[in-house]
């Protein structure tokens, strides 16, 4: 298939690109490289521009012949959007309007879209399926189900289809080591505490400690990104014209912040610097995925199903790429 995949030098998006590259797909990258790394992607495959030049994207979508369009590029966190909700709203909605709708009028029969457990809120139950309501707390969230509607909607009326995903949180690195997580700033969770425990940050702040939950922290459902990476491609081969997917991707299983520290501890045999904080605005407690839905529809399973061997290959890429990318 001939494949553009915005925001592909991006973290899950270079691990899906390498995945779609190994099944043979004919991959453009579509980049702006803000957050992105060149050294994430084959340089043959890269293309940098940003999605506000929907003119540029216009150009690739007819001159690849574009079949389908998997969509990365987008602002992701929660924090930052809270503080800074008009880039959110641009960058993740107005942006990928154009974007969908020049895909409808060029005929692209495929979108795969990023979607995330942000969209549910302050979940009514746990695990959560994909009947739970979407109530979002955050601007995130919001951009997200807004975009998830407009798809929904577009699939309706035209003879688009569309799988929208919705990612856990994203953790670990390519088994081979050569890709991994790098942002910068770094907001995650378990690249920071591997940082503290590099002794490349003085502590990692727990924010919040008196949270309904077991430990008083936050519990997450990380699931390990070439597993997310492989939802797609399942995806991409399922989509057909004029319907639409919706589907967790998650493990199943939760870890307070608390367990992802000590998880490090062991995994790094380091010690971890630690300073509690208050709650980060947008936090729900506690969310984790039923991903039945996926793995029934599409046979999707997460290979890495405990958080222990997720870290090991995270800190086996902080190990081998000290400054990241180095760019
Ligand atoms: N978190 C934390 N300290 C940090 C960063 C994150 O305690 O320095 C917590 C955060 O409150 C959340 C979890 O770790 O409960 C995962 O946060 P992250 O930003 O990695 O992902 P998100 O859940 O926001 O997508």
Redesign the pocket.
């Known amino acids: 298939m001939r494949i553009l995949v915005t925001g592909g030098a991006g973290y899950i998006g270079s691990h899906t690109v390498k995945q779609l590259l190994a099944r043979g797909h004919d991959v453009t990258v579509y980049d702006s490289l803000h957050a992105g790394h060149r050294k994430a992607v084959p340089a043959e495959r890269l293309v940098v521009g940003d999605l506000r030049d929907i003119d540029h994207v216009d150009q690739l979508l007819l001159g690849n012949r574009i079949e389908a369009v998997v969509h990365f590029a987008a602002l ?4 930052e959007s809270v503080q800074e909700p008009a880039r959110y709203y641009t960058n993740n909605v107005v942006y990928a309007l154009n974007l969908l709708d020049r895909c409808r009028r060029h005929g692209v029969g495929k979108f795969v879209f990023s979607s ?3 969209v549910y809120g302050t979940p009514t139950a746990v695990p959560i399926t994909e009947a739970e309501k979407r109530s979002p707390i955050n601007p ?1 969230g919001q951009t997200k189900l807004a975009f998830e509607n407009a798809l929904s909607d577009y699939a309706a009326a035209y003879p688009i289809g569309y799988c929208a995903l919705r990612y ?4 670990g690195a390519a088994a081979d080591g050569t890709i991994g997580e790098h942002h910068d700033p770094e ?7 591997i940082q503290a425990a590099m002794g490349k940050r003085p502590h ?5 400690t008196d949270y309904p939950t077991p430990d008083g ?4 459902d990380y699931v390990h990104v070439d597993d997310l990476a492989a939802a797609h491609i399942l995806a991409l081969d399922r989509i057909a014209p004029g319907t639409g997917l919706t589907y967790n991707v998650g493990t199943g299983r939760g870890y307070s ?1 608390r367990e ?1 520290i000590r998880t490090v501890e062991e995994v790094t045999g380091k010690k971890v610097p630690v300073k509690e ?1 208050p ?2 605005a ?3 407690p506690a ?1 984790f995925a039923s991903s039945d839905k996926i793995q029934r529809e599409l046979g999707w399973a997460a290979k890495y199903t405990d958080l222990k061997s997720i870290v090991e290959t995270a800190w086996n890429w902080h190990k081998s790429h000290p400054t990241g990318y180095g760019e």
């Open positions: 992701a966190s929660v924090g995330t457990c942000a995130y856990f949180n994203a953790a907001t995650h969770l378990i690249p920071l505490v990692v702040e727990v924010f919040g922290t936050c519990v997450r912040v992802v904080g709650r980060r947008g936090d729900p969310l």
